[in-house]
């Protein structure tokens, strides 16, 4: 059906036939100051993403995994457990998973392959957690449009929807997905905005969350955010939160090395329009695992379970001292800034931390070290011309690890300096070609909290930590010496 021109419905709309007012008042009411702390709070379901009374959507691609993550975040809110990171507010809840999609077969082979991953037995989710599939005859259709009937919300649908809700002390429906849901114009603004309010005043009269998981259109097949939903805006609009679900990128993969082939078994989430909670800069990681069921006498079907996952922190176990001898080899020799070249920067990283460059977990982390040193200064990037006359790049010392006038700004490796390492010696800056062992002798030992103490945004040691680094701003040297 090709939807109407706003402009055209509106200039067609018969004026309002409805009793007409008299005496008509308005009187704008003044706000009564309160104490914050009596202010009741907002009633959290599941982490910041489920709040009782309020709508959700999930955006993803198809097969992107949205099923099997609505089927862990059920699990999680049924059990009471924190499965996939997210704190189940209030202990374990009511869940009930509405499939559109899949039959009542395929939802038990996800579930009971979540279950086995997890070992969450029949008793763990007794009563708790309600399963329907439109494929088995429980139809959702909780409005239709015609050209002759215009919209028409399915009141008796509606009613008995939201006294089930209510009978079953239901705190988190999920609805998968939400273009089932209905029988519009997904195109429509005005009709999909009202099936939005309609869901969003069923949450509100349920007493619960509901999650409508919803695809992506074509044009935002590359990298899914709240506007690549499909039809109309007016839903996204509607919804408190959207959660948008991306496969691993080729980039993604390649920073934290990934083989190409099993980056599809990664996604991350992340809200993108959150206004009830604060905004957070960073995605939640997921990996899909492969559990075989048993089913048959070949082990049987093996289904999607998905799993938390953290990328790899580049400067896990990393310290100053580390540092600083990196940039004592760079110091001897010549090294270029492109990990192509067979002299390449992080030859010598490689060499100080046992890892082989040509290992691609191992030459991804080696990359992502040397792109924070670069940034914080440690390491400078010189073009200046090679033996065959043509100009490179290449890396260089830039602030020592130990040059107490010009520390990096936000510390040498940001987070990554290992706190547990408190005796790490440093040293002065060697000459070209010196030896470590020889810049040991040459120069003053200087402890590594002097070196955090002079970069707090750390967050690990203060001068007044360490009397010894006090000792030593006052010209009284270090004891020993």
């Known amino acids: 059906m090709t939807a109407t021109p706003l402009r055209d419905r509106l200039e067609k709309a018969a004026p309002f036939a409805g009793p007409q007012p008299v005496n008509v008042s308005v009187s704008a009411?003044?706000?009564?100051?309160?104490?914050?702390?009596?202010?009741?709070?907002?009633?959290?379901?599941?982490?910041?993403?489920?709040?009782?009374?309020?709508?959700?959507a999930i955006v993803a691609q198809g097969g992107a995994?949205?099923?099997?993550?609505?089927?862990?975040?059920?699990?999680?809110?049924?059990?009471?457990?924190?499965?996939?990171?997210?704190?189940?507010?209030?202990?374990?809840k009511n869940v009930w998973l509405w499939n559109l999609e899949d039959d009542g077969d395929e939802l038990a082979r996800i579930i009971q392959a979540a279950c086995k991953h997890w070992n969450i037995s029949a008793s763990d989710i007794a009563g708790r957690l309600f399963v329907d599939s439109a494929l088995d005859g429980a139809?959702?259709?909780?409005?239709?449009?015609?050209?002759?009937?215009?919209?028409?919300?399915?009141?008796?649908?509606?009613?008995?929807?939201?006294?089930?809700?209510?009978?079953?002390?239901?705190d988190y429906l999920h609805v998968d997905p939400f273009v089932s849901s209905h029988a519009v114009d997904e195109s429509d603004n005005m009709e999909i905005d009202a099936v939005a309010k309609e869901w969003a005043a069923v949450a509100k009269n349920g007493n619960c969350g509901i999650g409508l998981a919803h695809h992506v259109s074509k044009a935002g097949a590359a990298e899914a955010t709240a506007l690549s939903a499909r039809g109309a805006v007016a839903l996204i609009?509607?919804?408190?939160?959207?959660?948008?679900?991306?496969?691993?990128?080729?980039?993604?993969?390649?920073?934290?090395?990934?083989?190409?082939?099993?980056?599809?078994?990664?996604?991350?989430?992340?809200?993108?329009?959150?206004?009830?909670?604060?905004?957070?800069?960073?995605?939640?990681?997921?990996?899909?695992?492969?559990?075989?069921?048993?089913?048959?006498?070949?082990?049987?079907?093996?289904?999607?379970?998905?799993?938390?996952?953290?990328?790899?922190?580049?400067?896990?176990?990393?310290?100053?001292?580390?540092?600083?001898?990196?940039?004592?080899?760079?110091?001897?020799?010549?090294?270029?800034?492109?990990?192509?070249?067979?002299?390449?920067?992080?030859?010598?990283v490689a060499s100080v931390f046992g890892l082989d460059v040509d290992d691609k977990a191992s030459r991804a982390r080696i990359i992502n070290m040397l792109r924070v040193w670069v940034t914080n200064g440690a390491l400078v990037v010189d073009e200046r011309r090679d033996a065959n006359r043509q100009i490179k790049k290449y890396l260089v010392v830039g602030k020592w690890a130990n040059d107490q006038s010009a520390t990096p700004a936000g510390g040498v490796a940001l987070q990554g300096v290992?706190?547990?390492?408190?005796?790490?010696?440093?040293?002065?800056?060697?000459?070209?070609?010196?030896?470590?062992?020889?810049?040991?002798?040459?120069?003053?030992?200087?402890?590594?909290?002097?070196?955090?103490?002079?970069?707090p945004a750390l967050g690990l040691a203060r001068e007044d930590d360490d009397p010894a680094v006090a000792a030593f701003d006052r010209g009284e040297g270090f004891p020993n010496g």
């Open 418 to 455: 290992a706190p547990e390492q408190q005796s790490a010696t440093l040293h002065t800056s060697p000459r070209r070609g010196g030896s470590v062992a020889g810049a040991a002798g040459a120069g003053a030992q200087v402890s590594q909290n002097r070196f955090v103490a002079d970069n």
């Open 139 to 170: 139809i959702l259709k909780l409005a239709q449009s015609g050209v002759s009937t215009g919209l028409q919300i399915n009141r008796p649908l509606v009613e008995a929807l939201t006294a089930e809700l209510i009978a079953r002390k239901i």
């Open 237 to 348: 609009n509607a919804c408190r939160s959207v959660l948008v679900l991306n496969r691993m990128s080729e980039e993604e993969a390649k920073r934290y090395g990934i083989e190409d082939e099993k980056r599809r078994r990664y996604f991350r989430v992340y809200d993108d329009k959150n206004n009830r909670a604060p905004p957070s800069d960073q995605s939640d990681w997921f990996r899909m695992l492969s559990v075989e069921l048993g089913n048959d006498d070949f082990g049987g079907d093996n289904m999607g379970v998905v799993v938390p996952w953290s990328p790899p922190d580049p400067f896990e176990g990393v310290s100053v001292d580390h540092l600083y001898r990196v940039q004592c080899l760079i110091e001897q020799g010549e090294y270029k800034a492109h990990h192509s070249a067979s002299n390449w920067a992080g030859q010598a």
């Open 65 to 92: 995994g949205k099923t099997i993550l609505s089927v862990g975040e059920a699990l999680a809110m049924v059990t009471g457990r924190d499965i996939l990171g997210q704190r189940v507010v209030g202990g374990p």
């Open 29 to 56: 009411t003044p706000y009564v100051w309160r104490n914050p702390t009596t202010i009741k709070p907002r009633e959290w379901i599941y982490g910041r993403s489920i709040q009782r009374g309020h709508v959700r």
